[in-house]
């Protein structure tokens, strides 16, 4: 069973930084995308950034630019760069993470606070 957890959260100031890990355990096989989700409360949850297993990286227009993510593929982990934070990226994080046939897997979340 594959397990996801993720750490690096805190809160910071506006215009500061965190960087977000996520590990990966448990009966992987092959892994397809790793991604980086974030909820808000009373929001959804929304896709921060994804990376292919071929490398292909996709970020929300709302984090363009200011974040990074990267993984490691011999650690299975997933990084999220986060800098010049706001107010608004305020939102529990979570990492995600989904294998060539199909099996999705989702950690608990990491919170992150910005204040003003």
């Known amino acids: 069973q594959v397990q996801l957890v993720e750490s690096g959260g805190g809160l910071v100031q506006t215009g500061g930084s965190l960087r977000l890990s996520c590990a990966a355990s448990?009966?992987?096989?092959?892994?397809?995308?790793m991604a980086w989700y974030r909820q808000a409360p009373g929001k959804q949850r929304d896709m921060v950034a994804v990376?292919?297993?071929?490398?292909?990286?996709v970020y929300a227009e709302s984090v363009k630019g200011r974040f990074t993510i990267s993984r490691d593929n011999a650690k299975n982990m997933v990084y999220l760069q986060m800098n010049s934070l706001k107010p608004e990226d305020t939102a529990v994080y979570y990492c995600?993470?989904?294998?060539?046939?199909?099996?999705?897997?989702w950690g608990r979340g990491t919170q992150v606070t910005v204040s003003t």
């Open positions: 995600r993470l989904d294998t060539t046939d199909n099996v999705a897997a």
């Open positions: 448990g009966g992987i096989f092959s892994i397809d995308a």
């Open positions: 990376v292919q297993s071929g490398g292909s990286i």
